[in-house]
Nanobody
Framework: VQLQACGGGLVQAGDSLRLSCATS????????VGWFRQAPGKEREFVAA????????RYADFVKGRFTISRNNAKNVVYLQMNSLKPEDTAVYFC????????????????????WGQGTQVTVSS
């Protein structure tokens, strides 16, 4: 499975963006997925995760109520809908996937993910 993230851009505070992560491979439904981000000068941090089945989601506290992770297994795509964006959301956003035996488990630790996309830049101006 390979990952390709896109959808980033330059927006103003309060605007919305939807990131997409397209995957290759026929076994996408066997993977739990997640989004991470890395701001300049900071370490990469967890943003959101979704279980393999798609029935469980987990979010970092700083995005709860603003961001939504979703997946379309038929299209092999993971989304991150970002609303009410803030300047502090400025970062490179990465999608990630891990082959998961537990269909309900979400993964919030970077080291749990074996596959990573190349990242897409999101810049939010004030």
């Amino acid at each position: 499975v390979q990952l390709q993230a896109c959808g980033g851009g330059l927006v103003q505070a309060g605007d919305s963006l939807r990131l997409s992560c397209a995957t290759s491979g026929r076994l996408f439904r066997q993977y739990a997925v997640g989004w991470f981000r890395q701001a300049p000068g900071k370490e990469r941090e967890f943003v959101a995760a979704m279980s393999r089945r798609g029935d469980y989601r987990r979010y970092a506290d700083f995005v709860k109520g603003r961001f939504t992770i979703s997946r379309n297994n038929a299209k092999n795509v993971v989304y991150l809908q970002m609303n009410s964006l803030k300047p502090e959301d400025t970062a490179v956003y990465f999608c990630a996937a891990t082959n998961a035996e537990d269909i309900h488990r979400t993964h919030s630790v970077e080291g749990e993910y074996a596959l990573w996309g190349q990242g897409t830049q999101v810049t939010v101006s004030s």
